[in-house]
């Protein structure tokens, strides 16, 4: 038997053969095309190192036939490469790694020879350059791969088989119909598309109670991007800020990045604490379903809030958090509403109604306003894509969108009560009932209790939890704390998922005895 000695190649053959079984595989649930995937994983294996410069891929057919697609299909992704230089043909050989590759390879894989050093010198330290490390913030934490889990009770996820896809597909073909081209193929520079911001006007707005012209209302990158705009062009360095403990935890990073001075506001049955804003120049608040509470603020408290907002001549963000998830009773006008001192910033979405995914909110403001916004984000993106912006419009239009609030609305409540049911028999106490609806319960155990090591157990037995602490302004004070969302977890799932979940906290208390009841 023949040696085979370290740093020789092998032969074209036998490295197909090693290549076939181990590199290359295609996921058919992906979306892209099945040669986008294919150019795809070559490029990520050249420049990762895996497939050197000069080294042969295999041949079509084998290719083919690995990935079971047809060799018309491998060889125009082979094609496509060599034409942007990453493979070269060679006749009667095949392709192969294109020679030039090698000089981009070698200084994309070879790591400086020591700590902090490089081929021109000392390694930069970026710690140092930051202004800041948005980085380090606390974010809610979830698993990349919550959609692997059997009981995923993750917050903020729309309910994918709910969504009217044939409906959504007619959409599009009509908003890339030649009639609509401008809608999508021109800069509109500052501006968004008039066809959306009328449909925002008629179709959602009116429903809150908001009455508000063009001029004063702008299309966002989803609500994320709307508070982003508002920190940056509102908030100084020496601005008392006051949001809402506990609360979304990116309002208090993005917040945090413009004013070191953020004041947090306890709540109480019916939302912030007015008598407790000390004199904050902002204030930041979620009315309709209060993040993570889901507690909705009372009409006499919007009207206290806003009262003081005018005696003190503070502005105030609403965000219209949850909206669209009422299920008992009429909603509550939106803040905004009421306003009538040009006091109030609504900020709103579509991403819980739509799809989080397509990033679509608005905000509604004076119009001096939304021209300085508009100003704003020129020059941070210009304008959200007009594609979307048309499709969202003609979805709107054609009545889409009300008749997915209303599928949800038939599939939410369902699983609310099942949530509520099962928390009740196996959570006693623990849980507090939303009492307009919402996506999720928010539920706090005893004092002493540790809801990030219940996270970390949960998933040893398929059941996925969001930890509540990150939305305290002193998460070690309430690690006792965490939140169930419904919207994506089968009917059939919840009442078993609960059920996991509370063998996981009986374990934990025998182990560490509190004062609590859970069965």
């Not at 020496?238 to 309002?251: C, F, L, Q, R």
């Not at 799932?493 to 906290?505: H, K, N, Q, S």
Request: charged share 25%.
């Amino acid at each position: 038997m023949k040696a085979t000695r370290i740093g020789v190649p092998q032969t074209r053959p036998k490295v197909r053969h090693l290549m076939r079984y181990s590199l290359f595989h295609l996921d058919r649930r992906e979306a892209t095309t099945l040669q986008a995937q294919i150019k795809e994983m070559l490029v990520s294996a050249m420049l990762s190192g895996q497939l050197a410069a000069d080294t042969p891929i295999p041949s079509t057919r084998a290719m083919a036939r690995r990935l079971d697609v047809s060799r018309n299909t491998v060889m125009a992704a082979y094609q496509a490469l060599a034409a942007d230089g990453y493979l070269e043909a060679r006749e009667r050989s095949g392709f192969y790694v294109s020679p030039g590759m090698r000089d981009g390879m070698a200084a994309a894989n070879a790591g400086p020879s020591q700590p902090g050093a490089t081929a021109q010198g000392k390694r930069v330290d970026w710690r140092i350059r930051l202004a800041t490390a948005p980085s380090d913030h606390r974010v809610i934490d979830r698993p990349a791969n919550w959609h692997d889990y059997p009981y995923p009770f993750i917050y903020g996820q729309a309910d994918a088989a709910q969504f009217p896809i044939t409906a959504w597909r007619d959409c599009v073909r009509q908003a890339m119909s030649r009639k609509w081209m401008d809608a999508w193929t021109d800069d509109r520079y500052a501006a968004d598309d008039p066809t959306l911001v009328e449909q925002i006007r008629q179709k959602v707005l009116t429903r809150r109670g908001i009455l508000a012209s063009p001029d004063e209302i702008i299309v966002t990158l989803g609500a994320q991007n709307a508070l982003y705009l508002l920190g940056q062009l509102l908030v100084r360095p020496d601005m008392k800020v006051a949001i809402e403990d506990p609360g979304y935890p990116d309002i208090r990073n993005i917040l945090g990045l413009f004013s070191k001075n953020l004041l947090p506001v306890s709540l109480d049955g019916e939302g912030i604490r007015v008598d407790r804003l000390n004199g904050a120049d902002l204030v930041f608040v979620t009315p309709s379903h209060q993040s993570p509470t889901s507690v909705t603020m009372s009409m006499a408290r919007r009207h206290e809030l806003l009262h003081w907002a005018q005696a003190n001549d503070t502005l105030i963000i609403e965000d219209d958090y949850e909206y669209e998830t009422n299920y008992r009773g009429e909603s509550a006008p939106a803040l905004k509403s009421l306003d009538r001192d040009g006091r109030v910033l609504h900020v709103g979405s579509l991403s819980k109604s739509l799809m989080p995914g397509l990033r679509m909110g608005f905000l509604v403001a004076p119009a001096e306003l939304v021209a300085e916004l508009r100003a704003l984000r020129k020059l941070m993106l210009r304008h959200p894509p007009g594609n979307n912006q048309r499709v969202v419009a003609i979805f709107l239009a054609q009545g889409h969108h009300d008749a997915l609030i209303k599928r949800l609305h038939r599939s939410y409540l369902p699983r609310w009560q099942a949530m509520k049911a099962a928390l009740d028999r196996h959570f006693p106490g623990w849980a507090r009932t939303p009492v307009f609806g919402g996506t999720s319960f928010w539920v706090e155990g005893p004092e002493g209790f540790d809801a990030r090591e219940l996270a970390t157990r949960a998933l040893e037995v398929g059941v996925v939890i969001e930890p509540g602490d990150v939305c305290f302004a002193e998460p070690e004070l309430h690690r006792n704390y965490f939140r169930l969302g419904f919207s994506t977890i089968p009917l059939e799932r919840i009442e078993p998922g609960i059920e996991r979940l509370a063998e996981v906290a009986v374990q934990l208390l025998r182990e560490k005895p509190v004062d609590a009841p859970v069965q």
